[in-house]
């Protein structure tokens, strides 16, 4: 099979389950009540998942990977070529997985390193396009152990958008708001039931449930949390940007965003672009009502600990 034409398909499976997910939620809501145009949507969609995802794949793979496997000649060395696709595959699934697993927990202890993931965090509703919100530090970290070692050890080149492919259909899987109960199958594989807990506003979570796609390694280390309760709040507990590149910026510095309105008219004009963006696509649509009978819940800052 031609790489373009993989490209097709992987493409065409990602947007497949989107429209999936999407039907799921309305259908079969973990949290009932959340809209679908949910503060924050236009910031994860637009700006991380289409512009953020764009740059940062030129930016990993043109100036970070082929860089040092230039340097380094290691692709030449096919330590992985001989190996069937399928085991190829398997073999960096499943080290990558158990990477994110030590690095995410890492992040959640090391005041720097909870900097670069505390973005994830910051969104209070949490559905299918949730997970997109990450630090592009955070990406170029992550993608770099992630891919380079496929490049560098000489796998098939269709290991990439494979696993690419794989990474986004299950990113929107663990993050979207689906009710699903998948039994003694979420001791082995992640998904809604333990990363919506992650993504809580809650003490006892903070230190928890940290895989991606497969839920055994906080089974087996110890990190587990799964209540037969339901989360009430998401997100942090304190302040934090809405705007991408303040979120961006809060990285070394956080700006308060209402004073930067007061103090710049050009900020001011550029914030409201987003929610007049919104109330368009809002009105056009009919606007996204939430069950009357289901008050929606809205996750206020307080004080329960630290998550770093």
Not at 200 to 211: H, M, T
Request: net charge positive; no cysteine.
């Amino acid at each position: 099979m031609s790489e373009s034409r993989l490209l097709i398909i992987t493409s065409g499976i990602m947007l497949f389950s989107m429209a999936t997910f999407i039907f799921l939620e309305r259908k079969f809501p973990y949290r009932k009540g959340l809209p679908f145009f949910r503060e924050g949507i236009w910031v994860d969609f637009v700006w991380y998942s289409l512009f953020q995802n764009y740059i940062l794949q030129i930016v990993i793979f043109d100036y970070i990977i082929q860089p040092l496997d230039h340097r380094f000649n290691l692709s030449r060395l096919h330590l992985v070529t001989d190996w069937p696709l399928v085991w190829q595959l398997l073999f960096f699934l499943v080290t990558h997985d158990l990477y994110i697993y030590w690095f995410h927990r890492w992040q959640h202890y090391s005041k720097i390193l909870w900097r670069t993931h505390e973005a994830h965090h910051s969104n209070k509703q949490v559905d299918w396009i949730a997970g997109s919100r990450s630090h592009s530090l955070e990406i170029i970290i992550n993608q770099t152990i992630e891919f380079a070692p496929i490049v560098l050890l000489g796998a098939n080149p269709m290991i990439i958008p494979i696993k690419a492919a794989i990474d986004g259909v299950w990113g929107m899987y663990i993050h979207s708001n689906i009710d699903v109960r998948s039994g003694k199958l979420q001791y082995f594989i992640n998904g809604p039931e333990m990363h919506q807990w992650h993504h809580a506003d809650a003490r006892e979570v903070f230190f928890a449930n940290y895989s991606t796609k497969f839920a055994i390694w906080d089974w087996l280390f110890g990190t587990a949390y799964l209540p037969k309760h339901k989360p009430t709040k998401y997100g942090l507990y304190y302040d934090y940007p809405k705007d991408y590149f303040l979120q961006h910026l809060a990285l070394v510095k956080k700006v308060d965003e209402d004073g930067l309105q007061k103090k710049s008219k050009f900020f001011k004009k550029y914030y409201n672009l987003r929610p007049a963006a919104m109330r368009w696509f809002r009105a056009g649509s009919g606007g996204e009502k939430s069950d009357p009978k289901t008050p929606q819940v809205i996750a206020e800052p307080h004080e329960t600990g630290t998550p770093a």
